[in-house]
């Protein structure tokens, strides 16, 4: 089992940049893939970007690629989420997600292990 813990949300000006970290304790963090997901207010939740155990491979969804950056410091262990370029439409809560697995998993029900989420906010 592992407890997730996000952090990093905040109000930002539409161009700017933030960081969501997302921290986990339990079991190793290695065995785990990560996703981040999104949620806004009337929305559905929505895949942003995953990646795999070991770092090696990372997917996005097309509305944030080029603009986002998936990583992790096993480490640490810590997965990141760096947005740049941040639209008003970004504004959502996040959340990580783990499960365990060699792959990369784009749908919420693939997830096991989520974390209470962080608000970000996009002023236009």
């Known amino acids: 089992q592992v407890q997730l813990r996000e952090s990093g949300g905040g109000l930002v000006q539409a161009g700017g940049s933030l960081r969501l970290s997302c921290a986990a304790s339990?079991?190793?963090?290695?065995?785990?893939?990560i996703g981040w997901f999104r949620q806004a207010p009337g929305k559905e939740r929505e895949f942003v970007a995953t990646i795999s155990r070991s770092g090696g491979s990372t997917y996005y969804a097309g509305s944030v690629q080029g603009r986002f950056t998936i990583s992790r410091a096993n480490t640490k262990n810590t997965a990141y989420l760096q947005m740049d370029s941040l639209k008003p439409e970004d504004t959502a809560a996040y959340s990580c997600?783990?499960?365990?697995?060699?792959?990369?998993?784009?749908?919420?029900?693939?997830?096991?292990?989520w974390g209470q989420g962080t608000q970000v906010t996009v002023s236009s």
């Open positions: 339990g079991r190793a963090f290695s065995d785990y893939a």
């Open positions: 997600a783990a499960r365990a697995g060699s792959g990369l998993y784009t749908q919420y029900t693939q997830y096991r292990y």
